[in-house]
């Protein structure tokens, strides 16, 4: 079992220990032996764990940044909204960061959510079934730009006069998609993704959705085995409040097919690199044994 660090935490202080902090974040979670690092693609702070008013960066300037501080580790947005950058210059955007970052990139997808900081910046925020549309074309016109054919696309939401992307990535970045609806996010996973990060909450619930995700996959002839399984665990589940609670539910979740769990550097940590330095001390090298 393998360990990815997703990072939201925002709160050193005053604007110019931001960048500092972040950086030392990243570098530890390297020098530990994490396979990843990931921040979340927003603008606001997500109310769910702070307040819209808490500091918070934006997420491909982030990450700029932080290929830049390191030099292993795979860096992504957990995940990309949809909404927030034409998918084109999203394909570009992607791409200048696996070259700037020697091939340690990944395009993580999603639906997007956050209704408040659409509305706030003027982002259109349409219905859920037409987002899923969009995703969708996304995923195509980005697979178009990583591909020999620079051509035009047609699509019910997106039509591209051209589709060049020089220089193509280092290698193709890893598409990831991120979600457990069984009607819409599961068949795109079946169809686009190598990699899926789920948020179940129970190995049980877990087992249910891989279920689900390998009828899909036989609906379309594909192997399920393809799709590398992720986790993101939620606060609930403390690495360090019981860590034997925290081995054994972790171990039910190799069981059930995944590979790596991602555990969140919440705000309101007082030292969040140490936080990252004690995930590798005390549970890198036992997630090691697991799977």
Known sequence: ??????????????????GPTLAAAAKTAEQSGATMFTLADHFFQMEIVGQAHD?????????????????TITLSLL???????????????????DVLS??????????????????????????????FEMLEETLQICAQMWSD????????????????????????????????GEKKTLPLVARYADVWNSTARTAEELKHKIAVLNQHCAAIGRDPGEIRKTLMVG?????????????????SYAEAGVELINVAALPGNPDPVGFVARLG???????????
């Open 102 to 131: 020697q091939g340690r990139s990944m395009l993580a997808l999603g639906a997007a959510w956050y209704e408040r900081e659409h509305r706030a910046l003027g982002v259109p925020y349409p219905s859920l079934s037409k987002r």
């Open 55 to 71: 500091p918070f960066l934006e997420g491909y300037t982030s990450l700029g940044f932080l290929a830049g501080q390191t030099q």
């Open 235 to 251: 606060p609930q589940l403390d690495p360090f409040s019981d860590p034997d609670a925290f081995l054994k539910t972790v171990e």
């Open 1 to 18: 079992m393998e360990l990815g660090i997703h990072f939201i935490d925002f709160l050193p202080g005053a604007p110019d220990k931001l």
């Open 149 to 180: 054919n620079d051509g035009p696309y047609q699509g019910n939401c997106y039509q591209l006069a051209e589709t060049i992307c020089e220089p193509q990535p280092i290698r193709r970045p890893p598409i990831l998609i991120g979600g457990d």
């Open 281 to 291: 001390d005390e549970v890198i090298p036992k997630l090691a044994s697991i799977g």
């Open 79 to 97: 995940v990309t909204g949809v909404m927030y950058r034409y998918p084109g210059i999203l394909a570009k955007t992607v791409t200048t960061f």
